[in-house]
């Protein structure tokens, strides 16, 4: 079980921003330098910088810089590992939904059958 809060925290603290999420979905059709990522958010590119360290800390983005471009990358192995977490509580949710109904089915589905009222 993937219980390993160091990793999946930062991950979704990083996702707990819409502008860091909409920077993810940008960064999602492939690499982009900052200015290309700052141009469609209405916010300064001190501001922008600020939002990728957060993605670049969590390991969601990497950056290079070539000259004076620095370029972006999305890491897609770190948002596999809060899909793995995700699916973890899923299928622990869906078995306790299962074992719910299989006792409701078992017991005709009237858990207060024969109380009076």
Known sequence: MLNNTATVDPLFHAL?????RALVE???RGPASV?????????????VLQHLAV???SGLVRSEKTGRVRTCR???AVLRTA???ITERRA????RLDRLADYLAADGGHPN???AR
């Open 16 to 20: 707990g921003d819409p502008t860091r």
């Open 55 to 57: 993605l670049e800390s």
């Open 35 to 47: 200015s290309e990522l700052a141009g469609p958010v209405d916010m300064t590119l001190s501001a």
């Open 92 to 95: 622990t949710w869906e078995g």
């Open 83 to 85: 899909e793995d977490w």
């Open 26 to 28: 940008r960064l999602s």
């Open 74 to 76: 999305l890491d897609p």
């Open 113 to 115: 059958e024969g109380d």
